[in-house]
């Protein structure tokens, strides 16, 4: 695994060069030889004991000059001025097949100069979480970091109790958060924040460099990215759950998962994170929290859009107020696909369409993901086949209300019924990392050492638009005593 790095050129005061700790008996979980097929050499044809070595850090390409990161953040809305990667590090740069390039970190890999009380490592349940997640998301068409391999430690790890360990591999377009622009910027270190920005736009923004104020229009690009991508979370009922400047990245991928959840049942304020107290980061809050972020960035990079302030401030405020229509745009997009709507209509006409039905789905807790694939089976002229969607609505009259409107409005569609049902299909997934699944796989492994559940769930998650023949356990929600109330961040 031959890893170039070019942070390393931003100088010392960006990172901490520092190896991985390594693990007593580091054994392979998974290995994601599909992502590894895009990158150059052979990783592929490595075998099981030796990617263990390599993706718990206990063994590293003589290329690898590790390091961990440095950034702050506004965590719950306070600000920390030093956070950094306490529990990963940055391996360095892989080169996939295309030429392009993909960043590389291990997390899990022990302590760094950032870990403040923390002990480096992850726990099990977490990796295991994570990867599937990330995987789905993947799957699901949001852009997302990736999942390389996920490895056990050997080593116990001490959280309520001591419970088995792991380190994951996670693979970003990169790494650069929110809160990497505002540890220098705290500082007033602008000199740092132009160098971070001027390495952000290369590797990630290159399109930009030609352009008169390349900064601002780098904001503009990432509030865009970002925008689109809450827009998709909302459309597939996922919480971020942690959605704090250090976990936003700059390259719009969904980034760090903690405490995150697919809704089941749906509510405009669902909050599954047993962290978040008050909703900060609940399900209907992400679109403004999302925007927030955005300002603290866009405050941290403002001496770079122009030397007189006012000015500056101007040429930001312009680009943050566009952010609502960026996302209002990708959300009503994305519902209208969800619902089949692709004809010409009036926006706001199909937007209270939509609207209404969330709203008849949160009376009565319908099954988010389950509404939605229903619905793509539904014919335009009769209703055979609403008996399916009754079951989600304790008063199926409300439904059938709303039925008929939609079917109205279907009429505006030119397409035949299999055509819609097909798109719509290729847009409502069957299958999420529903929580209680993702319970189930983490109790068998960590309590029994099983991890056939863990592989068994990631199968399902590979197609999530197609239905799969004998697995309607995992497209079922939870049953009343299966449901997971409160998800854990497990650091
Ligand atoms: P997170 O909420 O997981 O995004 O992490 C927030 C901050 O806490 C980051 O700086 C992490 O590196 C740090 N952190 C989380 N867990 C640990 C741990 N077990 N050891 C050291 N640092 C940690
Ligand atoms: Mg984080």
Request: with cysteine.
């Amino acid at each position: 695994m031959v890893l170039s790095n070019r942070y390393l050129n931003l100088g010392e005061r960006f990172y901490q060069r520092i190896a991985p700790a390594p693990v007593a008996k580091p054994a392979l979980i998974i290995f994601n030889h599909d992502l590894a097929a895009q990158f150059k050499g052979s990783l592929s044809t490595l075998d099981d004991a030796i990617l263990a070595e390599m993706f718990s850090g206990n063994q590293l390409h003589e290329s690898c000059q590790p390091l961990a990161m440095a950034y702050a953040g506004h965590q719950f809305g306070q600000f920390n001025p030093q956070l950094g990667d306490g529990r990963a590090i940055y391996l360095g740069e892989l080169t996939r097949q295309d030429g392009g390039v993909m960043d590389v970190q291990l997390k899990g890999s022990g302590r760094t100069r950032f870990s403040r009380n923390g002990d480096g490592r992850a726990a099990l349940g977490p990796v295991l979480r994570e990867y599937l997640v990330s995987e789905a998301m993947h799957k699901l068409h949001v852009p997302t970091t990736r999942a390389l391999a996920a490895v056990t430690s050997g080593e116990p790890v001490m959280r309520e109790q001591f419970i088995p360990g792991g380190v994951i591999t996670r693979v970003a377009s990169s790494f650069i958060r929110v809160g990497s622009f505002q540890y220098f910027a705290a500082q007033g270190d602008y000199h740092s924040v132009k160098r971070l920005a001027d390495y952000v736009i290369e590797r990630n923004y290159p399109e930009l460099t030609q352009l008169d104020n390349p900064y601002l229009s780098l904001l503009e690009s990432i509030v865009q990215r970002q925008a689109r991508l809450i827009a998709q979370w909302m459309q597939l009922g996922f919480i971020h759950g942690v959605m704090n400047t250090d976990n936003m990245s700059i390259a719009g991928e969904t980034i760090d998962y903690g405490p995150c959840a697919f809704m089941d049942g749906y509510r405009h304020n669902q909050v599954y994170s047993y962290i978040d107290q008050y909703g900060r980061y609940a399900y209907n809050q992400q679109p403004s929290i999302g925007l927030w972020n955005l300002t603290r960035l866009a405050e941290s990079l403002l001496p770079l859009f122009d030397d007189d302030t006012d000015k500056a401030v101007a040429l930001a405020k312009n680009v943050l107020d566009q952010y609502a229509s960026h996302y209002e745009q990708a959300w009503l997009a994305g519902m209208r696909a969800k619902c089949g709507l692709s004809a010409c209509a009036d926006d706001a006409e199909d937007k209270a369409l939509i609207e209404s039905l969330l709203d008849l789905m949160a009376d009565t807790r319908a099954d988010f993901t389950l509404t939605f694939y229903y619905l793509s089976q539904l014919n335009t002229q009769t209703d055979d086949k609403d008996q399916a969607l009754h079951t989600l609505f304790t008063r199926p009259a409300t439904i059938d209300t709303w039925l008929k409107h939609w079917r109205e409005r279907l009429r505006l569609e030119t397409h035949s019924d299999s055509e819609r049902q097909a798109r719509m299909q290729s847009v409502n997934p069957i299958y999420i990392p529903r929580n209680h699944q993702i319970e189930t796989v983490i109790r068998a492994a960590e309590d029994n050492n099983d991890f056939a559940p863990f592989h068994a769930l990631h199968v399902v998650l590979q197609n999530p638009f197609h239905y799969q023949a004998g697995k309607d356990n995992y497209l079922l929600p939870p049953k009343p005593e299966e449901e997971v109330q409160q998800t854990f961040c497990g650091t």
